[in-house]
């Protein structure tokens, strides 16, 4: 090697030891050279969120989520039935199914999974997956807003603080005052027009005719003077377009159709599969607007106890005070369960706690940044079909 070319491959080394030194790199500054003790360490290989690297749900697995976390929670005891409407109060309060469906089609229960009940307030995510396909996400944030209001879902107060504060009054899709919003919302000529383009979503979400429980709708509608209150007040703001009453009367009746823990999950795994109805094969929505849907569940849809479910379970969840709750794992499944009994928020107490435990073993918070899933231990008693 010649003289000049040794200097030269130096004054190169020299150069690159700099700019490591710049670059921050460990035990190397300006006139270093590197040595093997100073030399950068190589990093841990990164865990893979369980969401992307394991995604396909087994059925063993499923199956036993599914049978331990019924086994563990059914004799829980804690909560009432919503007394405020009567045929709710008369629900027997030991119901408890829980189903799985997957993105792929795949259905899982225990329990009791086809008992008929009321949909209630887990109908406005899909009412509000409508009103953005037809007016867009641009008029739902004008209108109705988007943030959570730390008050209960029949709240007035929380009407007026919006409104002090500049803010839309109705606040968000997923309280009772955004939820008669958007009902308004959904272009129509008539009030029964409006019902049936609802009515056609919600049957399009769980892939099956879903009927509308008749003692429900008169039990709410004779009792709902709250929800009266609120539209009106909505009207005097300006902030409800047309009848008041109207539109409260499609509300009403949206939230007495029947459903089972198995729509619940077909109609949130519709979500989880960005909008495709993943056993009918039918696409409900677009992508765009299932997401959306799904960030205001995880941020509004266990009421003013949201925050504390997004902490601890870390998905998106809407619940109804029939006793259902659905969550949605994004990409992957949604779980639905069914359990009359309410904590003070309105949520169901066992399926709260049933859902955070088949999250656990199957790894479906969506803010996971790794960790496998926990060992499946052997169950039975559940069913699964395709």
């Not at 999950?265 to 765009?288: F, Q, W």
Request: overall charge positive; some cysteine.
């Amino acid at each position: 090697m010649s003289k000049s070319l040794g200097s030269r491959k130096r004054r190169a080394a020299t150069a690159l030891v700099c700019v490591m030194g710049l670059l921050g790199v460990p035990g190397v500054g300006f006139g270093q050279q590197p040595t093997p003790a100073q030399a950068p360490k190589a990093q841990p290989a990164r865990k893979t969120p369980p969401a992307a690297a394991d995604a396909e749900v087994s059925a063993a697995e499923a199956k036993d989520a599914l049978q331990r976390a019924h086994s563990r929670f059914k004799g829980v005891k804690e909560g009432k039935n919503a007394d405020y409407i009567p045929s709710l109060a008369k629900v027997d309060p030991g119901l408890f199914g829980i189903v799985l469906v997957t993105v792929d089609g795949r259905v899982y229960s225990v329990g009791d999974s086809e008992s008929p009940f009321a949909i209630e307030s887990v109908s406005k995510p899909f009412t509000l997956a409508r009103v953005l396909q037809d007016v867009g996400a641009a008029k739902v944030e004008k209108k109705i807003g988007t943030n959570a209001t730390g008050e209960p879902f029949n709240s007035i107060t929380a009407i007026e603080q919006n409104k002090e504060a500049n803010r839309p009054p109705a606040g968000n899709p997923l309280v009772n005052a955004g939820a008669i919003t958007a009902v308004s919302m959904v272009p129509a000529k008539s009030a029964d027009e409006r019902w049936t383009r609802i009515h056609d979503t919600l049957n399009d979400f769980a892939g099956r005719e879903l009927p509308v429980n008749e003692e429900v709708y008169r039990s709410e509608s004779a009792t709902n003077t709250r929800n009266r209150a609120i539209s009106w007040l909505l009207k005097s703001y300006d902030a409800l377009p047309g009848d008041p009453m109207e539109a409260l009367d499609v509300y009403t009746r949206q939230c007495s159709v029947n459903v089972t823990a198995k729509d619940l999950a077909i109609m949130g795994a519709t979500l989880a599969n960005g909008g495709m109805n993943p056993v009918t094969g039918k696409r409900v929505v677009d992508s765009d607007n299932a997401q959306k849907v799904l960030s205001q569940m995880l941020t509004t849809g266990l009421y003013e106890n949201s925050g504390d479910w997004s902490f601890t379970a870390g998905l998106p969840a809407k619940s109804g005070v029939g006793g259902g709750i659905v969550a949605v794992v994004p990409g992957r499944f949604a779980v639905a369960t069914f359990s009359p009994p309410l904590d003070k928020a309105g949520n169901s107490v066992r399926g709260q706690k049933a859902v955070e435990s088949i999250i656990t073993e199957l790894g479906g918070d969506i803010f996971s940044s790794g960790g496998a899933k926990q060992a499946a231990r052997s169950g039975g008693g559940v069913s699964g079909s395709r």
